[in-house]
């Protein structure tokens, strides 16, 4: 596609319950990113893949999440038990080379989650 | 931990004024982006800058970085309306982007 698309763009759920977000990334490219945007505040890192490898994961808040990238191009992050604490907004973004830092990120819209 | 810091956090402007935010690092940084959000939007690239004292400019926005590369500022001349949005600053110093704080730009007709 010609950006990178994300899904569902609202997710509205009660708390236990468990989520699924979605990343299409932009074809061809190597790196996938996570981020978790509060109201008011930066991006913060959650969780990094090179292709099917998840290179870094240093950023994921607890065990209740977890992101797949099984096939190296879409990827999904699933919260498990949501907490209240788990609303905000949550940012896909992707770059052609395998080492994002040096390369410009491209992001999705974000999928707004609100944990009720 | 690594924590990048952006001032001022809010600035109002009136249409046609002068805007500068400023981004800060706790270590020496290997290279910065700037992107900018709007209202509602999600983060778009604007520039990396590598080198020590580099400045880089695109129209009416200016973009420098420190001789000891642990700073950086964009400063924006004459701003409009489509400025409106947040700035942040991100620090490529590992293999992630770790953002800044963000300054909030309001512009006034």
């Known amino acids: 596609g010609a950006g990178v698309s994300q899904s569902p763009r609202y997710k509205v759920a009660k708390r236990g319950q468990d989520v699924a977000l979605r990343c299409d990334p932009i074809?061809?490219?190597?790196?996938l990113f996570w981020y978790q945007q509060a109201l008011g505040q930066g991006p913060e890192f959650l969780t990094y893949?090179?292709?099917?490898?998840?290179?870094?994961k240093s950023g994921l808040p607890s065990d209740r999440f977890f992101a797949e990238r099984p096939e190296g191009s879409v990827s999904t992050l699933k919260i498990q038990r949501t907490q209240q604490e788990d609303s905000a907004v949550y940012l896909c973004a992707s770059s052609h080379l395998p080492t994002g830092s040096n390369e410009k990120l491209f992001f999705g819209s974000g999928t707004q989650l609100s944990v009720l | 931990g690594q924590q990048v810091m952006q001032i001022p956090q809010y600035q109002h402007v009136q249409e046609g004024e002068d805007f500068t935010t400023y981004c800060n690092s706790s270590?020496?940084?290997?290279?910065i982006q700037w992107y900018k959000q709007r209202p509602g939007g999600h983060p778009v690239f604007l520039i990396q800058?590598?080198?020590?004292?580099e400045v880089k400019k695109q129209k009416r926005l200016t973009f420098q970085f420190g001789e000891a590369k642990k700073n950086s500022s964009l400063h924006i001349t004459a701003t409009q309306t489509t400025d409106v949005g947040t700035y942040f600053c991100?620090?490529?110093?590992?293999?992630?982007?770790?953002f800044g704080t963000g300054t909030r730009l309001q512009v006034f007709p």
């Open positions: 270590t020496t940084l290997s290279n």
């Open positions: 991100a620090d490529g110093n590992t293999d992630k982007l770790i």
């Open positions: 074809s061809g490219h190597v790196s």
């Open positions: 893949f090179q292709n099917e490898a998840q290179l870094d």
């Open positions: 800058l590598v080198k020590s004292g």
